[in-house]
């Protein structure tokens, strides 16, 4: 009897946390990642919090409401924050790759 006691409150304290989550998520949401489309500000400050430039969250920012924050396949995206991920990404691979290619350039300039 008692186990099933112990089981009943922890379903309850469950209840009560998913609810205060759910409350809190609807007030606090704002740039989280899912408010579409972002303010340019909540861009702006998210590439800066990963070392990245104020021309590169623009560029981000025109790019996606060119697309009207569409999918390839026209469906709505989901979550801003991991578009601006793959986008960083893909900014430091391409600098580190025309880095390369200089470094190439001046080591073998024949070439």
Known sequence: MLKR?????????????????????????????????????HVAIYFNQQSMALPDAQNFFQHYEKMKWKTVTGRPQKNWKVLAKDWIYNTIQQTKLLERQEAKRIAFPDT
């Open 5 to 41: 006691r112990a089981k009943r409150r922890v379903i309850q304290q469950h209840k009560v946390n998913t609810a205060f989550d759910d409350i809190l998520a609807d007030s606090t949401n704002h740039g989280m990642g899912h408010q579409f489309p972002p303010l340019i500000s």
